[in-house]
């Protein structure tokens, strides 16, 4: 089972974009999603998170306000939209699933990533 993530490219201050997360191969179950991001150089980090036994979500500070994770159920298909994109935002995007029962974690699949560039 592997996690297809798309919908990374090169925008400008202030665009936004979508980023889009679906599963390839055989399907699973899983209890919540993960969005997160690796800047050159830096560690990688946890950008938004669902559960989705309550749909409760999670964001990181800096996109807070900003960013809105979701998920189509009919499609199967996770979403994490971006607004008010900054260069900061300026990262390889992956998403990941869970399947433990609380749903927040750990992450047991992963997307190969998308690039997001933010040029001011």
């Known amino acids: 089972v592997q996690l297809q993530a798309s919908g990374g490219g090169l925008v400008q201050a202030g665009d936004s974009l979508r980023l889009s997360c679906a599963p390839s191969?055989?399907?699973?179950?899983?209890?919540?999603m993960g969005w997160f991001r690796q800047a050159p150089g830096k560690d990688r980090e946890i950008v938004a998170a669902?559960?989705?036994?309550?749909?409760?979500?999670y964001y990181d500070a800096a996109v807070k306000g900003r960013f809105t994770i979701s998920r189509d159920n009919a499609k199967n298909t996770g979403f994490l939209q971006m607004n008010s994109l900054k260069p900061g935002d300026t990262a390889i995007y992956y998403c990941?699933?869970?399947?433990?029962?609380?749903?927040?974690?750990?992450?047991?699949?992963w997307g190969q990533g998308t690039q997001v560039t933010v040029s001011s």
């Open positions: 191969g055989r399907t699973f179950s899983s209890t919540g």
């Open positions: 990941a699933a869970t399947t433990h029962p609380e749903g927040i974690g750990p992450y047991d699949y």
């Open positions: 669902i559960r989705w036994s309550d749909y409760s979500t």
